[in-house]
């Protein structure tokens, strides 16, 4: 069969089709852009980037608290046993946490919750699962007497520790320097406090929201699609994704028949003995969601896809579907950032043995 070159009006024809077809290529393009447009239009509504650092009015972020805060932070010397700090719990290598389904203190006293991270922690609205302290300020000031935490019988002795050590009073007076007595409680968690909103982890999400929408993959974008269409968004929004809110834990189902809790806890109930209160826990921040294992708040969950099942079902009412859960779990490792220099390196504590109270 004779094969015939193209004529100067096919070619001008099979040009023009081509044209056309391009166009009609990005006509299309452009269609599914704008029909993408009012979910990420919401999520900018929905979410906000965070902030260089957490301070606040009451509590700003001076230098040397920073330094002094970041030092106390590390140091275990100030429990009753010697063996717990802040880091105990909250460990850099972990992301801020301490991967144990409910933490442990001085002598293996068991915590009643699970440790969530304290990475970006002082942007919720109030500290531990059941909102029982105010801020990090006070978490930190308050763990100094926790019976599973740091253990100390009464601050007096705490303040004896610290002047105990050296550099420590010279360091609080110098942090605090308009106080006759600067060696106090209530100084201790100003100084952890500061240092705690210098922890801020900014992640790819956050370049998203700050307009580069290549930032998130096409996965984690159909996730955070998902994850605002399905109603997660109604709770975990905000800069912390979470954190702003309490809500009771099993909204349409038992939550312990899906995570096999043993004992059940009831939330803020076992504090405030109000019946509304029962099952009601601080709604998590999800940043750095998943680096921080085992999940909920007694750490019964093991795997961060599992989580998201357990919520579509007691929080949702849905059987979430494969892609589902596989789109969601994209979405939420594009909000692990990375964690701080000088909260990934520990500081070098004044040598000093430690002492045992009397």
């Known amino acids: 069969?004779?094969?015939?070159?193209?004529?100067?009006t096919s070619k001008s024809i099979a040009w023009t089709s081509g044209i056309a077809w391009v166009?009609?290529?990005?006509?299309?393009?452009?269609?599914?852009?704008?029909?993408e447009a009012p979910w990420m239009e919401k999520a900018h509504q929905v979410f906000k980037p965070l902030p260089q650092d957490m301070a606040t009015e009451e509590f700003p972020i001076d230098a040397?608290?920073?330094v002094l805060g970041r030092k106390l932070f590390f140091d275990p010397r100030l429990s009753l046993d010697g063996t717990v700090s802040c880091a105990t719990c909250h460990r850099p290598a972990l992301y801020g946490t301490d991967a144990l389904a409910k933490s442990v203190g001085v002598e293996h006293r068991l915590n009643a919750h699970n440790a969530p991270t304290v990475l970006n922690a002082a942007l919720q609205f109030r500290a531990h699962w059941i909102g029982d302290r105010a801020?990090?300020?006070e978490q930190a000031m308050k763990s100094l007497i926790g019976h599973a935490s740091f253990g100390n019988p009464d601050f007096a002795a705490v303040i004896r520790k610290i002047k105990a050590l050296p550099g420590y009073e010279?360091?609080?007076?110098q942090a605090f320097p308009n106080e006759p007595e600067p060696v106090k409680p209530d100084n201790w968690g100003k100084a952890?406090?500061?240092?705690?909103?210098?922890?801020?982890?900014?992640?790819?999400f956050d370049a998203f929201l700050k307009g580069d929408a290549k930032a998130l993959t096409p996965q984690a974008q159909n996730g955070l699609k998902t994850f605002i269409d399905i109603g997660c968004a109604s709770c975990h929004n905000g800069v912390g994704i979470g954190g702003a809110s309490f809500q009771k834990f099993g909204v349409v189902a038992d939550y312990w028949t899906q995570t096999g809790s043993q004992p059940i806890d009831e939330g803020r109930f076992t504090a405030s003995k109000e019946p509304a209160d029962k099952y009601v826990f601080k709604v998590p921040s999800l940043r750095n969601v998943a680096m921080t294992p085992p999940y909920f708040h007694d750490g019964s969950v093991a795997t961060l896809p599992q989580a998201v099942r357990v919520m579509g079902k007691v929080q949702l009412g849905r059987e979430l579907t494969d892609q589902e859960v596989h789109d969601l779990v994209d979405f939420l490792n594009s909000l692990t950032g990375k964690q701080p220099e000088d909260f990934v390196a520990e500081p070098v504590l004044m040598p000093q043995a430690f002492s045992a109270p009397p």
Do not use: D, W
């Open 23 to 35: 166009m009609a290529l990005l006509a299309l393009t452009a269609q599914a852009q704008e029909a």
């Open 170 to 173: 010279a360091e609080f007076k």
């Open 192 to 204: 952890i406090g500061a240092y705690e909103r210098t922890l801020v982890t900014p992640s790819s």
């Open 1 to 8: 069969m004779t094969r015939h070159p193209l004529t100067a």
């Open 135 to 137: 801020n990090v300020e």
């Open 64 to 66: 040397t608290r920073v």
